[in-house]
């Protein structure tokens, strides 16, 4: 067995966790091998938080069929749910074939002949220091869904659900459900609501006439755009497959995470 690790190198106690499995794997006879040879490994270790994760993704789906223990070394953790203490009973499970995967789905976003896989979300915004609303035209390959009068449009996942969407008034969707959230940044119309739609639907995105914006993917790739340029978004074929903590469930991540039901006064 092969495994590569990828972590947090400006957070103090991911160099320390790093430092400590590779001390553990040496232990177990497994051989890891730099991440820029990710190809070769069948399994990988995340160690930070959930945006060293959505970083990571990039490199992990170059490989299919590669397992994914996301260790918690950050803040909220939402997608790195392996707490530090559960990394090692967890893999010690995983050799014995005790092994729960949740995969995730991704979105495919075409930019200019560009194809990037999606984690999270895609933003559609402003430009910076602008005060002019968007107008951002959305629709199908047979039908319009919306033109949304806004400062902006968050595109998401499932697993995007809980993140910037969330914050800007989005449903939370379980991660197991075929969906495409669209969340809208400060609409002008108060009529206009966050939408979940089909997985299975083809989206084309595109500014009003003489618009200028912003897109940015997954927090980290960020790219100009204009009403000249065609943005389509459909479900990827790449999953990400994650390995989970014994006794892990999801309602239990919302309440921990989120506070979620708890009185807060």
Same mark, same amino acid.
């Given at each position: 067995?092969?495994?590569?690790?990828?972590?947090?190198?400006?957070?103090?106690?991911?160099? @320390?966790?790093? %430092?400590?499995?590779?001390?553990?794997?040496?232990?177990?006879?497994?051989?890891?091998?730099?991440?820029?040879?990710?190809?070769? /490994?069948?399994?990988?270790?995340?160690?930070?938080?959930?945006?060293?994760?959505?970083?990571?993704?990039?490199?992990?789906?170059?490989?299919?069929?590669?397992?994914?223990?996301?260790?918690?070394?950050?803040?909220?953790?939402?997608?790195?749910?392996?707490?530090?203490?559960?990394?090692?009973?967890?893999?010690?499970?995983?050799?014995?074939?005790?092994?729960?995967?949740?995969?995730?789905?991704?979105?495919?976003?075409?930019?200019?002949? %560009?194809?990037?896989?999606?984690?999270?979300?895609?933003?559609?915004?402003?430009?910076?220091?602008?005060?002019?609303?968007?107008?951002?035209?959305?629709?199908?390959? @047979?039908?319009?869904?919306?033109?949304?009068? /806004?400062?902006?449009?968050?595109?998401?996942?499932?697993?995007?659900?809980?993140?910037?969407?969330?914050?800007?008034?989005?449903?939370?969707?379980?991660?197991?459900?075929?969906?495409?959230?669209?969340?809208?940044?400060?609409?002008?119309?108060?009529?206009?609501?966050?939408?979940?739609?089909?997985?299975? %639907?083809?989206?084309?995105?595109?500014?009003? %006439?003489?618009?200028?914006?912003?897109?940015?993917?997954?927090?980290?790739?960020?790219?100009?755009?204009?009403?000249?340029? @065609?943005?389509?978004?459909?479900?990827?074929?790449?999953?990400?497959?994650?390995?989970?903590?014994?006794?892990?469930?999801?309602?239990?991540?919302?309440?921990?995470?989120?506070?979620?039901?708890?009185?807060?006064?």
């Amino acid at each position: 067995m092969i495994g590569t690790i990828i972590y947090n190198e400006d957070k103090n106690l991911a160099v @320390k966790l790093n %430092e400590e499995y590779l001390k553990f794997f040496s232990e177990k006879k497994i051989e890891i091998v730099p991440n820029v040879e990710i190809e070769k /490994a069948d399994f990988v270790v995340v160690i930070g938080g959930d945006g060293t994760l959505l970083r990571a993704s990039k490199k992990i789906i170059k490989k299919k069929e590669i397992d994914v223990f996301a260790v918690n070394a950050g803040a909220l953790g939402f997608l790195t749910e392996i707490q530090m203490e559960e990394f090692k009973p967890t893999f010690e499970n995983y050799l014995l074939g005790k092994r729960k995967i949740e995969e995730r789905d991704l979105l495919e976003i075409s930019f200019n002949e %560009e194809k990037i896989d999606v984690l999270n979300e895609i933003v559609i915004s402003k430009e910076k220091a602008s005060s002019k609303i968007l107008n951002i035209c959305v629709n199908t390959e @047979k039908s319009i869904i919306c033109s949304y009068k /806004a400062d902006g449009l968050i595109v998401a996942t499932p697993t995007g659900s809980t993140a910037y969407s969330l914050s800007a008034g989005g449903p939370i969707v379980m991660p197991g459900i075929k969906a495409i959230v669209l969340t809208p940044l400060a609409p002008h119309n108060l009529t206009t609501r966050p939408i979940i739609l089909s997985g299975d %639907e083809k989206l084309i995105l595109s500014l009003n %006439e003489n618009q200028k914006g912003c897109l940015i993917i997954d927090g980290e790739i960020e790219k100009e755009i204009s009403s000249e340029d @065609k943005i389509s978004i459909k479900y990827s074929k790449k999953k990400i497959r994650l390995v989970l903590p014994e006794g892990r469930d999801y309602y239990g991540i919302l309440r921990d995470k989120l506070k979620w039901g708890d009185n807060l006064c």
